[in-house]
């Protein structure tokens, strides 16, 4: 194909632009491919978010029963919460939060 000055084109503007449209076709797949990727990777992060949480849990949950040497039954919730809530406002109020210390195995066994 010649110009208006002759010379002669290489590449006609329908090959020209089926060629833009190929690389844009292209360039579409891979964003697909990269927002898939994506995806997996933000659903592996919730999955493990998840199971940190749950482990928290089921370790707080044992350590209330190991404090109570039973179960933890529904009766006991609320006093927990009450409990709980307690520590927060002394928190919240800057009040000192006193905890008692715990005893060595030989203390405990002295005061037998």
């Known amino acids: 194909m010649q110009n208006d000055k002759g010379v002669v084109a290489l590449k006609s503007y329908e090959e020209r632009i089926a060629e833009l449209d ?7 797949k891979e964003l697909a491919q990269l927002k898939a990727k994506q995806k997996k990777l933000q659903q ?3 999955a493990l978010e998840r199971k940190a949480r ?3 849990l089921i370790e707080t949950g044992a350590m209330i029963e190991s404090f109570l040497g039973r179960p933890v039954e529904q009766e006991d919730i609320e006093p927990i919460k009450q409990l709980i809530e307690y520590y927060r406002n002394k928190k919240q109020n800057g009040q000192p939060i006193h905890t008692p210390k715990p005893q060595s195995p030989s203390t405990s066994s002295e005061q037998s």
Do not use: D, G
């Not at 190929?22 to 579409?28: D, I, M, P, S, T």
């Open 22 to 28: 190929a690389k844009r076709e292209q360039k579409e």
């Open 44 to 46: 592996q992060q919730k």
């Open 54 to 56: 749950t482990k928290r």
